[in-house]
């Protein structure tokens, strides 16, 4: 096998974009992909359409990121969303922006994507080599010398750049081997946890709400004195549990908040209305609509198919006239209105997280070039990093914009 300048490992979004940068700059690079095929996650993005990136403003970027945000003002400073965007729409990539700033290209297709990447690399003349997982990366005196296959086939390098990212979806390819030789190579890689992932609750009867979309919901989850409030949004009921927007965006730091104990989901289905103001509302409307069925009077407050279930919770028959409910449970169906309750049990598994929270240390990693500070002459870049943002199109663009920066760093360091 040849011996190259600069070789990436991984063909996600960020090897991908590493491998063009470090050859832009002249550096004889090779990318090695362990799937007969480039960007198999890539292909599953925004619902198979790719939200690519987003155009709110850095502030905002940075901070769907938490703590961790900080790390990425260099690489975003060096190629960020307008830079990108450039990048595909000069590279023949239409794009255009929905609702919340989340850009997509034109064609409604990840394909578009990954076809214009493999053509770029193509351009740049980047070796790939598919279906060739890298088992090792060779050091010598502290410096990367080149990889070893898992056909024990080697080939040298100056530089490695590791972007084989996180565990979440295996079946794409991800499944944390850069962790693992991470490791070997004496990085720390801190506590793995899934992100961007629905929840399980103990209630069973979820079952029976499948389907079920609650619109312009606000929810909260607590434990003991700590809790996590959403903004207003969608959640979904599944088979196991709950899901949708409001649920993926928090379920990172509900997975972190139930090493604090059980942690209780309310919905509050009315949070446009203080409890006070619907107490007004109800006894109005109760007295007003006297002989009417609960049940019937019901279908203004929220979807049918909850009716049932939430007349149950507050223990008031559906058979009931609102003239005949008592301030009890007037009052039950209230606190149920602005409180309804599940029990999280656990988050689904990695295979259905949208990406992992967790990953190389980022202490260990200079984030002006990418580089490692352990081990000369490697770098990291995408989702192997100790990173994640929520949905909205954060995820793909750190990818990106730390490959671009792994790739020119390690290109440059070359002279
Ligand atoms: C269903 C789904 C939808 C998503 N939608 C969006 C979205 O719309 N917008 C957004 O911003 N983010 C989205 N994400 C997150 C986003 O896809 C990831 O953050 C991103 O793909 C990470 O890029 P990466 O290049 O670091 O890693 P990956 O995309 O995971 O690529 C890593 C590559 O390395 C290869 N590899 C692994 N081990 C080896 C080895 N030993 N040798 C050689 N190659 C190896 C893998 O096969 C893989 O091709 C979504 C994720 C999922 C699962």
Do not use: W
Request: net charge positive; proline share 4%.
């Amino acid at each position: 096998m040849a011996g190259y300048n600069v070789i990436v490992i991984g063909a996600g979004p960020a090897g991908m974009m590493a491998a063009i940068r470090a050859a832009e700059y002249g550096a004889a690079t090779a990318l090695f992909e362990k799937n007969a095929s480039l960007g198999r996650k890539l292909g599953l993005t925004g619902k198979g359409r790719c939200n690519l990136t987003n155009k709110c403003p850095l502030p905002d970027f940075l901070e769907r990121f938490g703590k961790e945000g900080q790390f990425l003002r260099n690489a975003f400073a060096k190629f960020f969303a307008p830079e990108l965007m450039r990048f595909f729409e000069y590279n023949g990539v239409r794009l255009k922006t929905e609702r919340q700033a989340r850009v997509f290209p034109a064609t409604d297709n990840a394909r578009s994507v990954i076809d214009c990447l493999r053509k770029v690399l193509a351009q740049r003349g980047v070796d790939i080599y598919l279906s060739s997982p890298v088992k090792k990366v060779l050091v010598k005196n502290g410096a990367v010398g080149g990889v070893q296959l898992t056909n024990e086939e080697e080939a040298t390098a100056r530089k490695i750049i590791l972007s084989t990212g996180g565990v979440s979806y295996p079946e794409t390819g991800s499944t944390g081997d850069g962790l693992k030789i991470a490791k070997s190579l004496g990085h720390q890689v801190s506590e793995l946890y899934p992100g961007l992932v629905p929840l399980e609750t103990e209630e069973t009867f979820v079952k029976e709400l499948q389907g079920l979309a609650l619109k312009n919901v606000r929810i909260v989850f607590e434990v003991d004195k700590k809790r996590i409030e959403s903004g207003v949004g969608e959640i979904l009921f599944t088979h196991f549990g709950v899901s949708g927007p409001l649920i993926l965006d928090l379920s990172a730091g509900v997975v972190k908040l139930s090493d604090s104990g059980r942690v209780v989901m309310l919905i509050d289905l009315k949070p446009g209305l203080s409890q006070e103001e619907i107490e007004v509302k109800l006894r109005n409307e109760f007295q007003q609509k006297g002989s009417l069925i609960l049940k019937n009077y019901a279908k203004e407050l929220f979807p049918q198919r909850f009716i049932d279930i939430f007349l149950s919770k507050a223990k008031v028959n559906p058979a009931k006239k609102c003239h005949q409910i008592s301030a009890v449970e007037r009052k039950n169906i209230v606190l149920l209105l602005k409180g309804f309750p599940l029990v999280i049990k656990r988050p689904r598994p990695f295979a259905e997280a949208m990406v992992t929270c967790g990953g190389v240390s980022l202490k260990e990693i200079d984030p002006r070039t990418m580089e490692s500070k352990k081990v000369k002459g490697l770098y990291f870049c995408g989702e192997i990093l100790g990173l994640a943002a929520s949905s909205g199109g954060f995820n793909l663009q750190a990818a990106f914009s730390t490959g671009y920066l792994a790739g020119e760093s390690a290109a440059l360091a070359l002279e």
